[in-house]
């Protein structure tokens, strides 16, 4: 489900930016200055300290929705502007270096060529995402899917399969009973 939002502003400046964001909702300029702070300090935290576990606690912090055993690597830059559109289901594994993305917003002068939107990403229970991966917005990583190196994610993987490239595209299925249940 896609949701307009506005064009990246012609103005420039990161005032102009979060003060037209203000002007449009109920909250103060200085509310959604700060919490574009705190989310941009939380995501640099997390991309570079060791212990997954902690990166899995500022990531939620941020907003990620995160279930349980999930393991995120390093360098994941996870979207600093809508993080509470990206769900990372319990038993997912993100290696390092990936980006996902849930939201497009191109200068004003494509307006006539390209959408400004944001949409959610799922990466769905026992999910592999490996290394130097990118997921695009609206993206759903079916349940026990795995995408392999260096793949640019641009639309739905199905559950169960194997995906690569750019765009990814399946390269193998498996059968769900070859999949060993976590306890």
Not at 1 to 26: F, L, N, P
Not at 49 to 68: C, D, Q, T
Not at 132 to 140: C, E, K, N, R, S
Not at 145 to 164: F, K, M
Request: glycine letters at 8%; a positive charge; hydrophobic letters at 45%.
């Amino acid at each position: 489900m896609k949701i307009k939002i506005g064009y990246y502003s012609d103005s420039g400046s990161a005032y102009h930016q979060y003060k037209e964001k203000a002007d449009g909702s109920r909250k103060e300029f200085a509310q959604i200055v700060a919490k574009k702070l705190w989310t941009y300090a939380l995501s640099l935290v997390a991309m570079w300290i060791p212990a997954s576990n902690i990166r899995v606690l500022l990531h939620r912090l941020r907003g990620v929705k995160i279930g349980k055993r999930v393991s995120i690597g390093s360098s994941v830059l996870m979207d600093n502007v809508y993080p509470e559109y990206i769900v990372l289901e319990s038993d997912c594994i993100l290696s390092g270096n990936i980006i996902i993305l849930s939201h497009s917003m191109p200068r004003m002068h494509f307006k006539n060529v390209l959408e400004a939107f944001v949409a959610p990403v799922t990466i769905k229970r026992g999910a592999w995402i490996s290394a130097g991966v990118i997921i695009l917005p609206g993206v759903t990583v079916g349940e026990f899917s795995v995408v392999s190196a260096g793949s640019v994610v641009t639309c739905d993987v199905p559950p169960y399969s194997v995906v690569r490239g750019n765009p990814a595209e399946v390269i193998s299925r498996f059968n769900p009973k070859w999949i060993i249940p976590t306890k």
